[in-house]
Each structure stands twice: as structure tokens, then as C-alpha cells.
């Protein structure tokens, strides 16, 4: 089974702003809400932003509110997280997966075991 494959990432400093992509092969995605993960070093995995389905709803981890956006592009299969004014603690490689849907209507799930479909991650190192 094809893999989604996570793309955008690389060094940036603090204040830059980078956009990542995730594009899945086939219906992956359709009809499924997304979500972001970071996992920074040392650290467990954990979602930082979903979006439902249709794009209609969306969530943010504190931590990146206000300074990440997510976003899906259905006919593209494809989903986005564009990062603004990066600060060092974004740090990490970052995963997207089909997440429970009401990760990005309700709230943030706490456990990634509940995502589903995780493609290949894409590494940020944001500097000083």
C-alpha cells in the first residue's frame, strides 16, 4: 500500500514561515478528516492541527494557534499546513494522518494511535 508522502520541510529560522503538503494515492483521504502531526526529538508524537472532511471545521494545539493554518485540497488529495512565524520549539518531524473526525470539531485528541493512514514524515529545524 502507497504511502502519503509528506513534503515541504526543511531549515528555517525563527520568524520564517514554511508550507508543508501531504498528498495520498487514491480515495486515502476522501471523506476523511486530516490532521498534523509534530514529533519534536525526544519527544511522543502529537497533533497540532485537524481539519474536517470538507475543510469546513478546523483545530489547533495552543502551542501553534494563531500562527498555523491548515488547510485540504479534495481534488488534489492533498493537505497543507502552512507555518508562520516559526519559533524553535516547532521543531521536529511532522506527519499527516486521517484522523476521528471530531478531532476538528470537538477537540484534539491525546493519542495518535487513534490516526489512521500516517505517511511519511518531513523534517523542520527551526533556529535560533
Known amino acids: 500500500q502507497v504511502q502519503p508522502v509528506a513534503s515541504g520541510g526543511g531549515p528555517v529560522q525563527t520568524g520564517d514561515s514554511l508550507r508543508l503538503s501531504c498528498t495520498a494515492p487514491g480515495r486515502t483521504f476522501r471523506f476523511s478528516a486530516l490532521g498534523w502531526f509534530q514529533e519534536a526529538p525526544g519527544k511522543d508524537r502529537e497533533v497540532v492541527a485537524a481539519?474536517?472532511?470538507?475543510?469546513?471545521?478546523?483545530k489547533y494545539a495552543d502551542s501553534v494557534k494563531g500562527r498555523f493554518t491548515i488547510s485540504r485540497d479534495n481534488a488534489k488529495n492533498s493537505v497543507y499546513l502552512q507555518m508562520n512565524s516559526v519559533i524553535p520549539s516547532d521543531t521536529g518531524l511532522y506527519y499527516c494522518a486521517r484522523v476521528p473526525p471530531d478531532w476538528a470539531t470537538t477537540g484534539l485528541g491525546a493519542s495518535p494511535f487513534e490516526a489512521e493512514s500516517w505517511g511519511r514524515g518531513t523534517p523542520v529545524t527551526v533556529s535560533s
Open positions: 481539519i474536517t472532511w470538507n475543510g469546513e471545521n478546523t
